[in-house]
């Protein structure tokens, strides 16, 4: 089952933060995050495992609260060059073999 | 650098056509996939295939078939291709294997090949 985003659009100033979401109705193995900017291929940004910790990339960090099955991407101070599609995608099961992306949010930031 | 390429970037095909869409990788990837992403709907597996010759159905895999022959390849098949299949295909690949290790959890993506059907 598609895990939800939220919101599924934002438009930002340079230099403002934001938050993306991602929720599950099942019990999370790990969470992923995809960012794909326009005509171009998704890419890895990073993982949240099961019993991990909060990872951090640059000015983007992501947090997973395996209780609640969410998992939150923080994009702080954000660039011009974050503007694209970001993508959540889940592990369920024992071992994370079932994975399936989320529908996408629209970031958009402006100068 | 991992390399998955896509055969075209864009295609434009009749209606009951077939199509193949090709995708090869350069990491010895045991696992690849095959994505159809449309707007509102992010990416949808339609097949993987975890080794050569072995595949699995995704969550949409209606109208489409799949090939494995060669480990570095993996070939999506449209038998009567229908405007309804008009889409982005988005090809990826991964190392094998449950592991949590950070490297064997990152699919690589093609460029993706945009498909009209007319």
């Known amino acids: 089952q598609q895990p939800v985003q939220s919101p599924q659009a934002v438009i930002l100033r340079e230099g403002e933060d934001a938050v993306i979401n991602c929720s599950s109705s099942?019990?999370?193995?790990?969470v992923h995050w995809y960012r794909q900017k326009h005509g171009e291929a998704p890419v890895f940004l990073m993982i949240?495992?099961?019993?991990?910790e909060q990872k951090g990339h640059e000015k983007i960090s992501a947090s997973f609260n395996e209780k609640k099955q969410q998992s939150s991407l923080y994009l702080t101070a954000s660039q011009l060059s974050y503007s694209g599609t970001y993508f959540c995608g889940t592990e369920t099961g024992n071992y994370g073999q079932n994975f399936v992306f989320g529908p996408g949010t629209r970031l958009s930031v402006l100068p | 650098d991992v390399k998955v390429t896509q055969s075209s970037r864009y295609l434009v095909k009749r209606t009951g056509e077939k199509v193949f869409l090709e995708c090869v990788q350069d990491?010895?990837?045991?696992?690849m996939f095959w994505y159809r992403q449309d707007p509102g709907l992010g990416l949808r597996l339609i097949y993987f295939s975890y080794d050569v010759k072995m595949k699995e159905k995704g969550d949409i895999p209606e109208g489409y078939s799949v090939s494995r022959e060669k480990k570095e390849r993996f070939s999506l098949i449209l038998e009567s291709a229908s405007t309804n299949q008009t889409s982005m295909y988005l090809c990826?690949?991964?190392?094998?294997?449950?592991?949590?290790?950070?490297?064997?959890?990152?699919?690589?993506f093609g460029a993706g090949t945009r498909l009209s059907v007319l």
């Open positions: 990826a690949s991964k190392l094998g294997g449950f592991n949590r290790q950070v490297a064997k959890n990152i699919q690589y």
């Open positions: 099942k019990a999370l193995y790990s």
């Open positions: 949240l495992l099961k019993g991990g």
């Open positions: 990491m010895d990837h045991e696992n």
